[in-house]
């Protein structure tokens, strides 16, 4: 797909979907500069916060993908940062609205961090407002991809919300969330990490390296999708749990449900979701950079080899001091150093090409991937209620 003509992308109806997947190494680079640009700007209001309050709620948010975000670089975080000064948690907006009870206390200083592509979704907009209206002492950190969307504009004039705009091109205008995600994942990941500048700049280096690689071998993730399959599992620990729901998201977007999915933690997978697989599954393991968690996605790894039942396990690792001895989709060894959260992004866009193909594979339309038009770009038809 990364190699074919225009006129060829256009009449599978994928020409949008691709060069956004394509692009995404690009959009890390320009991710970092825009990053770099309100370096000063963004620890002046995380020190503003600081200095007001002994500790601070963050909630990262957003709906569907976005959500995600939350999910794979909060595990990571929780280990960098202080949290006796930084509680960190991810709740997703849908969560947020409909109990928002649970997770907005009056007297708790919070710090929304909305990640979103338009930033028009329902939920989006009230998950604000009734954060606005229950929490005294409230801040916003805006991620988004629309400079034009409601909470970019609703951040005008406001000392308390922060807005930093991604790439231009991470606004995908294909169905599925790709480039936007990996854009927002990485800037949150700079904005709260505690690595050097420096340091952060050589993973984003590697994470562009590793990019490119995916794309260079897309023949070898092809071959596995032109198998005999129809469900797709994918596994991983910590942030890299947090990237299986967004892989297997993706292949239910792009393929309009005709293969299933299913997703979990390398260890929480034999607690009966396991029951899943069977012959015609593919399995993909995110297999983690720490050496400790490493062992228990190799683990899975081996045991679902030797139950000798679906149809093709594949890793998707560096290479480390042990590996995988089956199927892998390996990156190089200089790449150990790069910590899971920023691995997600290499990753992310494997798990991506996969429902490309596999959108392909049973006749769907990667951009436009829903025929019945039930599911929209931006979600409709949310009724919000009065808290």
Known sequence: MFTFSQEK????????????????????????SLYTKKRVEIQAFLQKLEERHERIRVIFTGAGTSAYVGDTITPYLKGKVDERKWELLSVPTTT????????????????????????????????????????????????????????AKRAIGDENNLVLLMPEKANDQGFAMTGSYSCMALTALLLFDTLHVEEKWSIV????????????????????????FDRIIYLGSGSLEGLTREAQLKVLELTAGKIVTSFDSSLGFRHGPKSFVNEKSLVFVFVSNHPYTRQYDLDI?????????ANSICAIEVDGETNYNGDTFLFGSEAQ??????????????????????????????????????????????????I
């Open 301 to 309: 790894l081996k045991e679902l080899q030797q139950d000798r039942i």
């Open 205 to 228: 280096k590697m994470l562009r390296q590793m990019g490119e690689s995916v794309i260079s071998r897309e023949d070898a993730i092809q071959k596995i999708i032109d198998s005999d």
């Open 9 to 32: 992308l256009v009449s599978l109806g994928a020409s949008i979907t691709t060069a956004e997947i394509k692009q995404q190494p690009d959009l890390w680079d320009e991710t970092y």
């Open 337 to 386: 150093y790069v910590p899971d959260a920023y691995l997600a992004l290499p990753y992310v866009m494997i798990g991506q090409t996969v429902s490309l193909l596999s959108s392909i594979k049973v006749g769907n339309t990667p951009d436009t991937p829903s025929p019945s038009g039930t599911v929209n770009r931006v979600v409709k038809g949310v009724t919000i209620y009065e």
């Open 96 to 151: 947020l609205v409909s109990n928002p009870y649970q997770f907005l206390k009056v007297d708790f200083p919070t710090l929304l961090v909305s990640f979103a592509r338009s930033g028009n979704s329902p939920e989006s907009v009230a998950a604000v407002e009734i954060a606005e209206q229950m929490v005294t002492d409230f801040y916003q950190l805006t991620i988004t991809c629309a400079k034009d969307g409601e909470l």
